[in-house]
């Protein structure tokens, strides 16, 4: 028992993080996002409006650190009318919803009070943006045809994505990606989550959509960009911001944005790329 120990401690400290619980996490998450799609996709536009909500109260959280105090509620609220307009609405709705949502609430915040307003205000819009705005293109893959599979090949791509990149970075890293914003990506990383992805999204579109492989591949070395990045920039929240994590809700990962900073951004290419080949019957 005490070798087992160590050996599991040897395996967290590498990691950086309690990997065990990490694990059991993820796959109870993945059991849930299937498990509503299969049942009924409008329950996982619910579940993605929770994780959008608490993600909301953990930057704003993040912000109080950092000097920028702004209300949970109209934050919350606008995130229920974004992610009930693209329900309902579509990507028009989503983008009217955005367009109304935000100047209402920097109105808000500017008659709550004008001190740094430009800080509160800048702060909010971003926070709008960055994750119900977003977030929305996730519920837009679960309202097409085949909710299933649209929303298996975000995860494909993402899971692929930073688990590789995590193997290879311990196995192979020697070069340090961007040491400034996160210290424990390297090239090596980059590289077995580019073949990781490319072939991870072939497979998807070659045998669950029945589309040329080279269609997922080309998606897979976009997924890897924006999963990289969007994990790039809630890095550099997080450094300027002088957190570790966006919150602890998560054993093993952290907080809801620690765990869904690279799907955030890796949504939209998704949605996008799926609706460019079905206007192109390609």
């Known amino acids: ?9 040897a395996i967290n400290k590498r990691a950086g993080r309690k990997l065990l619980p990490s694990i059991a996490v993820s796959l109870t998450i993945l059991g849930l996002v299937f498990g509503l799609l299969e049942l009924k996709p409008i329950l996982f536009a619910v579940l993605v409006l929770a994780a959008v909500i608490l993600g909301l109260r953990e930057i704003n959280h993040a912000y109080g650190i950092g000097g920028i105090t702004i209300p949970n509620l109209p934050l919350a609220l606008g995130a229920v009318v974004l992610a009930t307009a693209t329900w309902f ?7 009217v919803a955005t367009a ?28 709008l943006f960055y994750i119900p705005f977003l977030a929305g293109f996730i519920i837009l893959l679960a309202k097409g045809d085949d909710p299933v599979g649209r929303i298996l090949i975000l995860v494909v791509l993402v899971a692929c994505n930073d688990t590789f990149a995590y193997i290879f970075g311990v196995l192979f890293g020697k070069h340090y ?10 090239w090596e990383g980059l590289i077995g989550s580019v073949l990781a992805c490319t072939i991870g999204a072939s497979l998807v579109f070659e045998f669950w959509f029945n ?44 907080g809801i944005l620690d765990r869904i900073d690279s799907v955030l951004f ?11 080949i079905k206007h192109f019957k390609l």
């Open 211 to 254: 589309k040329h492989w080279y269609l997922g591949a080309l998606l897979g070395l976009m997924g890897v960009a924006t999963a990289t990045f969007g994990d790039l920039i809630e890095s550099a929240m997080k450094r300027d911001l002088h957190i570790k994590d966006m919150g602890a809700i998560l054993p093993g990962h952290g």
């Open 266 to 276: 890796t949504g939209p290419t998704v949605w996008f790329v799926l609706e460019l």
């Open 177 to 186: 990606l961007a040491p400034h914003i996160s210290p424990k990506k390297t």
């Open 89 to 95: 609405g579509g990507v028009s709705g989503l983008a």
């Open 1 to 9: 028992m005490d070798d087992l120990h160590s050996l599991n401690e």
């Open 100 to 127: 109304f949502v935000i100047p209402n609430v920097m109105v808000l915040l500017l008659v709550m009070t004008p001190v740094d307003f430009v800080k509160r205000s800048t702060a909010a819009a971003f926070s």
